[in-house]
């Protein structure tokens, strides 16, 4: 049985940002209202005090056990300090795709791939990766009803948007 997303993990470069404080209180209460746990990247204890070695090592385990107990992540990529996305973010963006190695192994052993939303038998809501011979590759469970599906050929991710505008994206 599939797993129900409850909790997202939230990275970006956005702690560093002058309103950082506002920002996250906005994506937490975003997240809330959709019906998810927000986990934000930032959200870790420190120990350590002082910018060292021992520092980063302590940031490095606190946001790789934060993903790792996450369903999902939103990660901002957008420009920072340049015009590359954070180097953190980065990273957390890849740390986070690699936790469903085989749903990405199966996308690529099929020719070609189809993404729909759908009302499964019991009225509840889910979201498919299907191959061309119809065999369900990846599912996911929505929170309601989904409406369109849309790919990044680039990341090869897939963004699964409400029904209802505003309501929650997957």
């Known amino acids: 049985a599939m797993r129900r997303i409850t909790s997202i993990y939230l990275a970006g470069p956005d702690a560093s940002f002058p309103d950082a404080a506002a920002l996250a209180a906005e994506k937490r209460a975003l997240c809330e209202t959709a019906g998810f746990v ?3 990247s930032g959200d870790g204890f420190l120990v350590e005090t002082e910018p060292s ?3 980063a090592r302590e940031i490095y385990a ?6 790792r107990l996450t369903d999902a992540g939103i990660v901002n990529l957008t420009p920072f300090r340049g015009p590359s996305c954070d180097a953190g973010a980065a990273f957390e963006a890849g740390f986070l795709a690699a936790l469903a190695p ?4 199966a996308t690529l052993e099929a020719d070609a791939v189809f993404a729909t939303a759908y009302m499964k038998r019991d009225g509840s809501y889910g979201a498919a990766v299907l191959s061309e011979a119809g ?3 990846h599912a996911v469970d929505l929170p ?3 409406h369109d599906v849309t790919f990044d ?3 090869g991710r897939s963004a699964v948007f409400a029904r209802q505008p505003g309501t929650f994206f997957v």
Do not use: F, H, I, T
């Open 135 to 137: 065999k369900m590759l």
């Open 102 to 105: 085989k749903a990405w192994a």
């Open 38 to 40: 927000p986990v934000l």
């Open 62 to 67: 606190d946001r790789v056990s934060r993903m």
């Open 53 to 55: 070695e021992a520092m």
């Open 153 to 155: 050929p680039v990341s």
């Open 144 to 146: 309601d009803r989904g």
